[in-house]
């Protein structure tokens, strides 16, 4: 008989693709990412919402690009550098998730997930599916469902 193993199953861990906005860092499963790309030629839609930074064209696709500056509601980048995108498709159409820096690959426990803090700003927590309290600092998994709920959000504005 084989001895039961400390080591966790893949089942019990997620990869999440971590990123920066205004300072505090993000994750998203791995699984639900498409790419890691500098967005170019940006084009603005006329009359979009302030979190639509406009669209482009990324190899035939036409992507577009979610300011989650604008999406968080903190203050607009500082500085020349810029912004870094995460390709992500929702119910057939393609996102990119403009967002300051990105990070690595982190393999987080499951069971390490923390329901969201009851001091959590009141517009992270909306968009967050849960914590990791990582070393000095608190990541926060994003739900790319909530963070794409914009429609619903315009219309009772």
């Keep these: 008989m084989i001895g039961r193993t400390t ?3 893949d089942n019990e861990l997620t990869e999440f693709v971590t990123f920066t906005v205004a300072g505090q860092i993000f994750g998203l499963p791995i699984a639900r ?12 839609v006329p009359l979009a919402g302030a979190e639509i930074a406009g669209v482009l064209n990324l190899r035939g696709r036409i992507v577009t690009a ?4 604008n999406r968080l509601e903190v203050k607009k980048r500082e500085g020349s550098g ?3 995108a995460i390709g992500i ?9 403009l967002v300051d820096a990105v990070g690595e690959v982190l393999k987080l426990s499951n069971t390490q997930r ?11 927590a909306g968009l967050s599916a849960g914590v990791y309290q990582l070393e000095g600092q ?8 909530c963070v794409l709920n914009l429609r619903s959000e315009a219309v009772a504005a």
């Design 89 to 97: 498709e929702a119910k057939g159409e393609s996102f990119g998730l």
């Design 114 to 124: 923390e329901p969201n803090p009851i001091n959590l700003d009141r517009k992270l």
């Design 138 to 145: 608190l990541l926060v998994v994003l739900d790319i469902d």
């Design 82 to 84: 810029a912004p870094m």
């Design 66 to 69: 979610i300011d989650m500056r």
């Design 7 to 9: 080591m966790q199953s």
């Design 33 to 44: 990412v498409q790419d890691v790309f500098k967005p170019f030629h940006m084009t603005r």
